[in-house]
């Protein structure tokens, strides 16, 4: 999200709107990308955003290729480098990147012909899961300008948190982040937020509250002592939602952890837009597909 | 045959001046070092080097190298590593233990010493491990190792985790005159992290080291230094709380001394922007404020030794993505005219510059050299601190090549290089007569 403009994101966000009808459609299939090729080289082990993908790259009828590092020379030993030659010499137009490691895709970027877009390095950065909120919360809102979110939750290992705020900033909006101070990255406020203690003072007058997931099998041990006393603390339920703003939504990148950062009768509830996050999903990812390699554009997305 | 330098400059780091003074050499020593005119004989065994317009210095000495020979002979090795060293400045080495296998027994210190021999050029002070495999466990037999030819034990890369065996290696290494090198670091602190953690980590998304992570360990070692008596000495120092401790403990009369290198008074972590495996190295680059409390530390004789912490990787262990690359750059080319940046800039005389990297070093480790005198061994580099350029690639001799320095300008530049008396470097295309 760091690399694009104002005007870059706008673009996107209405391209993301003409081409979701498209989804809606009997024939959910458009000849625009027919004789271009998508690489998916998914390096981390992902569901909603390689399917995400996969679809919208399907319905605009390009050929998309999938690798995982699991099924991949990776295992033999072969580095990013000389899997992204390998993958160069095939000529795709375009690849897109999950990967453990914060910047791969920059890495990929010096080796690489094709257009890449990062489907989330590391702890840095998950760009079209941003582009993706953005959208819902503009479907929903009518603006980004203005509006008050919160996000809440592991900021400090969260790449759906960086590019957010970063996405949310451009666009105007303010930005509050709250959750256990274990996950709060040091110098905070440098990132153009407010860094609020307590949750449900975090939440009081938002418009939007963004929940992250919280990876139970990485982080419990120190950054908090038990998933119980996160969901008591930190997990967003009915009764600290009663100091949410009457029109609020809530949002999760998800995959969700039902009971723990949000309870089940939130995320079901009346001001979750956790499914609509997901079909936009594919809307935003047509629409970058086909700005990078469907018309005269073709650069990196980051 | 006798050897007359004529016309330069010599910086005397003791008596801290710089002066116009001839060197002769004569059997490998300094036999004079008269004023210029004074010397007057000719002869066809008399072998003349213009100095004038430049500054010899004495041989420098890097307390803090790696050759990776034995074990890891493609990225560096004794030979190699020599060659990257008189091409900068340096006449002696203290080279590392981390090698493969370790330098934890004598064997591995005498083969270490016999390939030294064999490359004839730098002298090379083996650094052995504090303990067996670099554990952190149980003690090497340092007097084993000191008969072997060690000057020093570390068990850099690692920190020694266990206070109770810091504290023994400390008492220990004392009866054998070893000099014990910290590296301070809080394994459970910095665990993950790939950069100095603070504003550009957590705008670009990498795992940080936070500076406690080095500052407890230093204030650790001063503890045990209080304790015993015994002197310790802080490898790689990069944060101003590592040199506030430091400065403290000098107060209070606590044997500790202190190296920094350069890329931590000429680069904060804002290099690591845009991903530069080359800006990656333990300790981490810091911040501007950092940067600045070195600089200071060394002016005030805080920190005693600018040493480079040569650390030559292959493109293999380097070309890799930001968090599975290896720490650390090579310095050995770069560390005079990154040091000498410093004169320019008035933190550091000239003298005192050229100390740092000789005889503050010689004199802790405990071997000869660091001074230019007469009746000493001729060992000295010719400099043009005027000359600028651009480090190229092509031009470091080290068999790595992995600097952030590489495409920067740099000014001042090593011409000559004399071990013994034996011109042992001299760049092509200087105009130096002889």
Redesign the interface.
Known sequence: MGQLTVEDIELILETAESLKEISEREIKKVPTLRGKSVVHFFYEPSTRTRTSFEMAAKRLSADTVSLSASGSSMVKGE???DTARNLQAMNPDLIVLR?S????P??LAKEVKAGIINAG?????HPTQALLDLYTIKERKGRIKGLKVAIIGDI?HS?VA?SNIIGLNKMGAQVTISGPPTMI????E??GVKVVHNIAEAIEDRDVIMMLRIQLERQSKILFPSIREYATFFGLNKEVMKRAKKDVIVMHPGPINRGVEIASDVADGPYSVILDQVANGVAVRMALLYLLIGGARSDNLD | MTIWIRDGKIVDSVRGVVQKRDIIVERGRISRIPKPGAFKEKGPKLRIIDASGKIIVPGLIDMHVHLREPGHEYKETIATGGKAAVAGGFVGLACMPNTDPINDTSAVTEFILRQARKSNLVKVYPIAAITKGQKGENLTEFGDLRRAGVEGVSDDGFAVSNSEVMRRAIEYARYYDLVVISHCEDTNLSEDGVMH???V????????I?AASEEVMVQREISLARLTGCPVHIAHVSTAGSVQLIRRAKEEDVPVTAETAPHYFSLDHRAVI??DTNAKMNPPLRTPEDVEAIKRGLAEDVLDVIATDHAPHSP?EK??????AAFGIIGLETALPLTLALVEEGVLSLPEAIKKLSYNPATILGVNGGSLREGGSADLAILDPKQEYTLKAGDIQSKSKNSPFIGQPLKGRNLLTMIGGRIVWKRAREHLGG
Do not use: C, K, M, W
């Open positions: 580095t990013l480098i990967h490691s914060g910047g791969a920059h890495l390095d590391g702890i840095n950065e400090a790449r960086r990255p040091l110098q905070a440098s990132l | 953690e603070g504003v980590s957590t705008q670009i998304g990498l795992r940080g936070p845009g991903y293999l070309d890799l993505e930001f968090d599975r």
